[in-house]
Structures are given as C-alpha cells and as structure tokens.
C-alpha cells in the first residue's frame, strides 16, 4: 500500500504560544472498521505476549509513553488516574492476561497506540468538518455541538463548527466511527518529545491495518 | 549637633506637601509567559523524577507518588501550575525520604541475613523474606532447629532457604 499523506491540523494560537511543540496530524483513510480477521488476531496476541509486568513498570521512563505523561501533567490530567492510551494498553494486558479482540479499528489503534506509544483518535470523515485541529473549548460549549458539556477552555480536537474530541482521547459519539462509516480521519496529537516518525508510523499503521488486512 | 538640628528646623516646608502624581496604571497586562513557560519545564523535570523514583522503588508498595487531577485537559492557570509545581515537589521529596528509609531498613535485614548464615543459633526462629529485602517474589530465610525437638534441645540451628512461591492451584476440582 502506498503511504497515505499526512496532513497537519491547525492549532489555537493560544494553544501553540503554551505548547509550541504541540501538533495534530491527520490521515484520510478510505475504510471503515469491521470484524476483526485472523491476521490481525494473530498480531494482537504476538503484541500481548510481549507486554511483561517489568516492561509495564519501565515504561514511563521510555521516551515517547514519558512525553505523553508530561503533557497529560501539564495540562491538567494525573497519568496515575486517567492513564495515557498506552499506558493503559498495558495495564489492561497485565489485567485481563492478554489484549481482547474488539472490532477492525479499535484492534488496529491498540497495536499502533503499543508500538510506538502515539495515541491514535478515528473520527467518521462524512460528520465532521475538512479543517481539523486544536483549540480551547468555549463557554458553555458542548461536546461534538450537542454533548455533554464542556469546562471552559480546555482542550479539544475541533472542526470548523464543533467541537469533536478532547485531547485525551474521548470523541463524541456522534462524531466517532460507527458500523457504517465509510471513509475515515485518523489523528495523532504530537507533544513535546515525540519525534514525527512516530507519530507517522502509528497513523500508517493503523491506515495499512484497516485497509489491507482484510 | 545642635547646629544640624537648628539648620534641619529651619528648612523651608512646603505648604502643601509634595506634589500629587496620578497613580501609576499598567499600559499592558504582564506578560505570563515566561513565567508560564518555567513552570512548565519544571513540571516537566519534577514528573520525569517522579517516574524515576517509581521504577526505582519497584517492587515496594506504599510509595506515594500520586498527585491529583487538575480536571483537564486544559490549560491550567498561573496559580495552578504553581501549584501543581509545589504539589510534585513535595511528592518527589516525600518518595526520595520513603524510598531512603526503605532501602535502610532492607540492608539492616540483608546484613541480618547474613549474620543468621554466619550464626543461625544466635537468631532462633527468625524469619526474613524477600518483601524484607526489597526484592520481588516469595523466596524467606527462616531460621529453624534441625531434626524438631531434638535440634532445639541441643542447640543445633539452621537456616531454611524457602525455595519460592508456591505453585498456582487453578480453581475447582479436578475431574
């Protein structure tokens, strides 16, 4: 398959003046997601084999789950709590002693969110906007328009109208894939000590995995 | 000195006091970024010891290395970074002082550990596991009378290595 192209989101100017590394890059994919096959089973297991307890511990000291944890401290969330996608990951193989099959997309996102440690948001591309990127929330904005409601000025993935996602990961159901999606948005937010190459070969991963291996 | 005092009387004193100046008001709002920006890689710095104390001190339990949400994400104000600087800080000083008395105590009993190999009789009945040493696993040194009553009668004394945790049992009977 060829590399789908990436795009760069905008950011808020306010946003980028605090976080000047900070970025959402973006993958148009051609796909929606579906049962898992086999191959991607096989993948997931290969992946939970190896997650051990010593690696889990370790983790937060590897460069890229480490720059996730500061910047989930830096705006506001204790990684202890609400745990960084792949951290989380982690928790729940050492929990459920292997990583639970679900659907194409979810299974596709964990194995990228795994290998490279980038958290990965898919978004219907038919219910939001063309212009996606990163803003504060406004006052007494709602999530995806018509959500649950939103503090003032937090983070939050965004088209032209709406609010879609937050930064942490939650999209708005009405915004998120669904059984008949056709076409998806694939986002990865980029901090501070995340190198782009990760940040490229968690959204390629995730594209090849719900577009080829069928 | 009586001269300066009669020269200090004489100066001339104004009859209206000094002259009014309008209060000074800020042509702009102080620029936080600086300060913000600071903050921020202190955070950064603070929460990059804190992992380092959490992995160093696996597989002790106890450690508080827990600092509460801020309810993001979202961009904290001055005074909550300040504070959630202030907050890790105190985290990273209490887990160092925690993970040091820990790490004493452990060579305490690996020091006793040995001294129980060098003189089991001197340590009767005294037990000493892994949890002791800050070590994973099930593994003890336990200090007991070799053949029962009669070691103990004669005073002959051992130390029984336990040889590790004990095999998983599975659940319900076997068919």
């Known amino acids: 398959m060829l590399d789908p192209d990436l795009e760069r989101g905008w950011v808020d100017r306010e946003l980028a003046e605090e976080f000047p590394a900070l970025a959402l890059w973006l993958v148009r994919v051609e796909a929606g997601s579906g049962r898992t096959p086999d191959v991607v089973r096989r993948r997931l297991r290969q992946l939970s084999n190896r997650i051990t307890g010593g690696h889990v511990i370790h983790m937060r000291q590897d460069p890229v789950p480490w720059a996730y944890r500061v910047f989930w401290r830096q705006i506001g969330i204790d990684p202890d709590t609400e745990r960084t996608p792949v951290e989380q990951i982690a928790l729940d193989r050492l929990r459920h ?15 990228a969110t795994f290998e490279t440690g980038v958290p990965v948001l898919a978004l219907d591309a038919d219910r939001v906007g063309s212009a996606i990127g990163l803003r504060l929330s406004r006052n007494r904005e709602l999530l995806g328009g018509a959500g649950r409601p939103l503090s ?6 965004a088209d032209e109208d709406d609010s879609v996602a937050l930064v942490s990961g939650e999209v708005d159901d009405a915004r998120g894939v669904t059984r008949s999606t056709q076409r998806m948005v694939l986002g990865a937010v980029q901090v501070a000590g995340v190198p782009l190459i990760s940040v490229e070969e968690a959204l390629w991963t995730v594209a090849d995995t719900v577009t080829v291996e069928r | 000195m009586p001269d300066s005092l009669e020269q ?3 100066a001339p004193l104004l009859p209206q006091g000094p002259p009014a100046s309008p209060p000074l008001v800020p042509r702009s709002a102080p620029d936080e970024r600086p300060a913000r920006r600071s903050l921020l890689d202190q955070v950064a710095r603070l929460e990059s010891d804190l992992s380092a104390l959490f992995v160093s001190s696996w597989p002790r339990q106890g450690l508080g290395v827990f600092v509460a949400s801020r ?3 979202r961009i904290l104000s001055l005074l909550e970074l300040e504070e959630l600087r202030d907050e890790l800080a105190h985290r990273v000083d209490d887990a160092r002082l925690g993970l040091s008395d820990r790490t004493r105590v452990e060579e305490q009993h ?3 550990i040995e001294q129980m190999l060098l003189e089991p009789e001197q340590h009767k009945w005294v037990r000493v596991s892994n949890e002791d040493i800050g070590e994973p696993g099930c593994k003890h040194w336990h200090v007991r009378p ?6 103990m009668l004669l005073n002959w004394w051992r130390v029984r290595i336990s040889s590790g945790c004990p095999l998983a049992e599975g659940q319900g009977h076997r068919p």
Do not use: H, K, M, Y
């Not at chain 1, 003032?152 to 993935?157: C, E, L, T």
């Not at chain 2, 070799?146 to 070691?151: D, Q, S």
């Open chain 2, 110 to 112: 690996r020091r006793r």
């Open chain 2, 146 to 151: 070799r053949w029962g009553i009669l070691g």
């Open chain 1, 97 to 111: 002693g292997g990583l639970r099959s679900r659907n194409l997309l979810d299974d596709a996102i964990t194995i």
């Open chain 2, 8 to 10: 200090r009387t004489e």
């Open chain 2, 71 to 73: 309810g993001g994400p």
């Open chain 1, 152 to 157: 003032v000025r937090q983070i939050v993935v």
